[in-house]
């Protein structure tokens, strides 16, 4: 009877200490304090770019602001913080921005989606493509 118990306890503890170490290692994640900052829409790419809308999400508030303006070859639009006002958001805000680009006629539909640590350039590069730093 001695033998069945040790394996039951065994795993009962391995599961156990399993279980402890599991949420131990997401902890970290809360620790990090996220920068706010500035966001800048940059035109770099040789196209006709326009954008529809942005979104600003903070926690459960969300607000929207239709633009429908285009951004010419080489000038930036600075995004407004829409729950605050002003142009620094909190860090960990997420922002979606909604864009078009033309060329020759043709119409390619983009959104860019990141969280707000420190200042973010969305850079428009060619092909539609975009790059966040």
């Avoid at 997401?26 to 920068?35: A, I, Q």
């Avoid at 500035?38 to 969300?62: A, M, P």
Wanted: one cysteine or more; glycine letters at 8%; aromatic letters at 10%.
């Amino acid at each position: 009877m001695k033998r069945c118990w040790s394996p039951v306890i065994f795993l009962s503890l391995s599961l156990l200490l399993f279980v402890g170490c599991s949420k131990k290692s997401t902890d970290f994640k809360s620790d990090k304090k996220l920068k706010p900052g500035s966001v800048e829409f940059k035109n770099q790419s040789g196209l006709e770019v326009e954008i529809d809308r942005y979104t600003h999400t903070r926690k459960v508030e969300s607000k929207q602001k239709d633009l429908n303006m285009f951004v010419e070859e080489g000038k930036s639009f600075t995004l407004e913080n829409l729950i605050d006002g002003g142009a620094s958001f909190e860090g960990g805000d997420v922002i979606t921005i909604d864009f078009r680009c033309y060329f020759n006629g043709v119409e390619t539909k983009n959104t860019a989606t990141f969280t707000v640590d420190g200042n973010k350039d969305v850079v428009i590069i060619e092909m539609c493509a975009y790059s966040i730093s």
